[in-house]
């Protein structure tokens, strides 16, 4: 059984960091892009970052560019997200994801999702 599990979220301070973590398990991930989505309340899932099987494709939504850094460990199967100088309107649930190749901003091209984290930036 394929498993995206997320860790890392909590609560923070405008202008404080947190790192978020995505281990993948139950598959050969060999090929496949890893990124993150995330969803406000009332707001659909939107794209945030996401990082090729080779790292040389990396990919981020306008509103986490020069913020957010994301890679990945292709030996651990681990995906990492920096997030730095956090504003309230950061405040979602990230969600882990899989794309059986490259990477995708449709929510609808991803395969895999994980069960999601809370991040809370308070002002």
């Known amino acids: 059984q394929v498993q995206l599990v997320e860790s890392g979220g909590g609560s923070v301070q405008a202008g404080g960091s947190l790192r978020l973590s995505c281990a993948a398990s139950g598959r050969d991930f060999v090929g496949y892009g890893l990124g993150w989505f995330r969803q406000a309340p009332g707001q659909e899932r939107r794209f945030v970052a996401g990082i090729s099987w080779s790292t040389k494709f990396v990919h981020y939504a306008d509103s986490v560019k020069g913020r957010f850094t994301v890679s990945r460990d292709n030996g651990n199967d681990t995906i990492l997200l920096q997030m730095d100088s956090l504003k309230p309107e950061d405040t979602a649930v990230y969600y882990c994801?899989?794309?059986?190749?490259?990477?995708?901003?449709?929510?609808?091209?991803?395969?895999?999702w994980g069960q999601g984290t809370q991040v809370t930036v308070s002002s």
């Open positions: 994801v899989a794309w059986s190749f490259g990477v995708d901003t449709q929510s609808s091209r991803v395969e895999y």
